[in-house]
């Protein structure tokens, strides 16, 4: 099956800085990527949504300027939480939709970055 | 407005036993999607099952079996005799027809013990 890889998987920063969490399909081009927050032991939350050549779509709540998403290509989306601090720290996940695909195909998601901001 | 309820926060069973994971959604479209994930302990969502509303058979996949009952707007997952491999965090999600949104449920934490 289609495969999306996240790099890195665990990253650990000081506060105040930012990090950048990379989102690649592998085999297939993605014109849509999807960002998700997950808080341990809870559920996942979309965050922002990510279209290849144009702004992203974020979810209410979400900080535009805390959390920039850019989807330059059909085969990479990047995260970048700017000016971390402790409680940004997560577990973040993203996932991907081959391009042309339907609403009730599978969405295939990425291993997942651990994000401890210390 | 849609919504996902896994009500078991956590469950486990000795290897062998079956288990059966609940989950319940509530949604007022017509047409709309259920998933079934695992999330093992390496954080990965592993994809296992996809239902459209418009299709009620019940699906068995070797020691996976899924039970939709759109009456009780019910998407339960069934694992016959368990394995200790089974234990991961289990989501049920919902997808509305032309949306890409994933509404997922708080998931279900199975321990399978030898």
């Known amino acids: 099956g289609a495969v999306v890889s996240q790099h890195p998987s665990r990253v650990i920063c000081k506060s105040g800085t930012s990090v950048k969490i990379e989102c690649r399909s592998l085999d297939f081009q993605a014109t849509t990527m999807f960002w998700y927050r997950q808080f341990p032991k809870k559920s996942l939350m979309l965050m922002a949504t990510?279209?290849?050549?144009?702004?992203?779509?974020?979810e209410q709540g979400v900080e535009k300027d805390k959390f920039l998403i850019n989807h330059a290509s059909l085969t990479l989306s990047t995260l970048t939480v700017t000016s971390a601090h402790p409680e940004d720290s997560s577990f973040y996940i993203c996932s991907a939709r081959v391009q042309g695909a339907t609403y009730d195909t599978e969405a295939f998601f990425g291993q997942g970055t651990r994000l401890t901001v210390v | 407005a849609q919504k996902v309820t896994q009500a078991q926060t956590e469950i486990s069973v000795v290897e062998k036993e079956d288990v059966t994971l609940d989950c319940v959604y509530e949604?007022?479209?017509?047409?709309?999607?259920l998933f079934w994930y695992k999330q093992p302990p390496s954080g990965e969502l592993v994809f296992l099952i996809r239902r459209n509303s418009f299709d009620e058979q019940n699906e068995i996949s070797g020691r996976y079996s899924w039970n939709f009952q759109k009456s009780t707007s019910s998407f339960n997952f069934t694992i016959t005799a368990s394995q200790v491999v089974d234990s991961a965090v289990y989501f049920c999600?919902?997808?509305?027809?032309?949306?890409?949104?994933?509404?997922f449920g708080s998931g279900t934490k199975l321990n399978v013990k030898p």
């Open positions: 949604t007022r479209d017509t047409t709309y999607y």
């Open positions: 999600a919902l997808i509305r027809y032309n949306f890409n949104k994933f509404y």
């Open positions: 990510s279209n290849e050549g144009s702004k992203a779509t974020y």
